[in-house]
């Protein structure tokens, strides 16, 4: 079964507030980034950090770039500057966490995502990023309780109910699972490529509930 785990990270606010002496650099790599030609927002954010080597936006900001470049192992030390420059940056430490995974680092993507959640407990993608981290790892009672709980923060999450979906099937909670998967159609459709493969699941629950 296809765990579909979403990289939801964040572009960083370009604060209005920035005197420092690289804010012009600040400013074009935000506009790089939302332009996305990241390979110009990192030579802007370096730029930035070669003037002040303190300000935690700018490497996360970079780490943003060089994750979206696939520079995996360049994303994870930018992260790890930000978040030591700023422990309370819940998003470095959720993309720290998002690179940690890709990584094969699985032990220590789920300690930042609790990281994360530690410092905002109100954020559904995190739950459902540390919901998708204990399936993998085959802790189903964990991944039924973060997955619902990014439920609960936003009912539209749709692949939160898919997480769930496919955890209750795994743990023979057919009736729920055929309920979290008929939610995720609702909501998603097959914006995410998914809709055979639920179908094909949904399938073989009724064939399964046949069979007693």
Do not use: W
């Amino acid at each position: 079964m296809k765990i579909f785990f979403i990289c939801l990270l964040m572009i960083p606010i370009l604060a209005g507030s920035l005197i420092s002496q690289d804010e012009s650099f600040v400013r074009n790599a935000y506009n790089a980034m939302q332009s996305k030609d990241y390979s110009k927002a990192v030579e802007f954010y370096s730029k930035a950090a070669e003037k002040q080597d303190n300000f935690a936006p700018t490497f996360y900001g970079r780490g943003l770039a060089y994750h979206y470049l696939g520079k995996m192992n360049e994303s994870l030390a930018d992260f790890s500057k930000a978040v030591q420059i700023k422990p309370d940056y819940h998003q470095a430490f959720f993309g720290r966490g998002v690179t940690n995974y890709k990584l094969g680092n699985i032990d220590k993507a789920r300690e930042d995502f609790k990281a994360a959640i530690n410092l905002e407990s109100k954020n559904s993608s995190y739950y459902y990023a540390l919901g998708n981290v204990s399936y993998l790892t085959l802790k189903y009672d964990d991944a039924l309780v973060n997955y619902s709980k990014s439920i609960e923060l936003d009912p539209n999450n749709g692949v939160a109910f898919y997480g769930r979906a496919i955890t209750n099937k795994m743990t023979g909670r057919l009736d729920a699972a055929l309920k979290d998967f008929d939610t995720y159609l609702n909501l998603n459709g097959n914006n995410d490529g998914l809709k055979s493969e639920v179908n094909r699941m949904i399938n073989e629950i009724h064939s399964a509930k046949n069979r007693k």
